[in-house]
C-alpha cells in the first residue's frame, strides 16, 4: 500500500506495450463489490483465498504486468507461484511504513487498516521478510513513478 504499484504498473505497461491488471480491480470486477465491503462481509481469509486464485489464473497471461495487494505475498502458495511460474518477473517495491501513510492520508475510507496503526505496522513488519522472494526490490520513497518504471526496465534488459 502506498508504493506506487498503481501508478507505477500502467507506466511500465505502457513502456512494454503490454497490459497492466490490479488483482484488486479484478476482484471487484468480478465481484461487484467494493474490497472493503469484501473484507468486512467474507472476512479477510475469504478475501486471500479469492486473491490467490485469482493471480494463478491471471499470471498465465503474456505480456501482462500485473499489480499485486501487499498481502498477497503473506500465501506460501502465492509465493511459490510467483516466483516459479517462468518469465515472470516479481518486483517489489519496497516502500517505508512512514511513507506509506504519507502517501494514503486520506484515504481510510477505503483503506480500513489504516484507521488501526499498531495492526498496519504489525502486518508490515510481518511481511517485510516475505518480500525477499522477489526477482528485484527497489526502494521507491524517493523516486519518481517514471524513475521506479526506468530501473525494472533497466533490470528487464540485463536479465531478458
Not at 516459479?84 to 518477473?89: I, K, N, W, Y
Not at 496503526?117 to 513513478?145: C, F, G, M, Q
Amino acid at each position: 500500500m502506498g508504493s506506487g504499484k498503481s501508478t507505477v504498473g500502467p507506466i511500465l505497461a505502457a513502456r512494454l506495450g503490454w497490459n497492466f491488471m490490479d488483482v484488486d480491480d479484478v476482484i471487484e470486477m468480478e465481484t461487484g463489490i467494493p474490497i472493503a465491503q469484501f473484507f468486512q462481509q467474507f472476512g479477510e481469509r475469504s478475501f486471500r483465498d479469492r486473491e490467490r486464485h485469482t493471480i494463478s489464473r491471471l499470471v498465465t497471461g503474456d505480456s501482462l504486468v500485473l499489480a499485486l495487494g501487499g498481502g498477497a505475498i503473506e500465501s506460501e502458495a502465492t509465493r511459490n507461484l510467483l516466483r516459479s511460474t517462468d518469465g515472470l518477473l516479481l518486483v517489489h517495491l519496497d516502500v517505508q511504513l512512514g511513507t506509506t501513510l504519507e502517501r494514503c492520508r486520506g484515504t481510510e475510507a477505503t483503506r480500513p487498516i489504516l484507521a488501526d496503526r499498531a495492526n498496519l505496522a504489525a502486518r508490515y513488519e510481518l511481511r517485510a521478510p516475505l518480500y525477499t522472494v522477489a526477482h528485484i526490490s527497489i526502494a521507491v520513497d524517493k523516486l519518481t513513478p517514471d524513475q521506479i518504471a526506468e530501473n525494472v526496465l533497466k533490470y528487464v534488459k540485463i536479465n531478458p
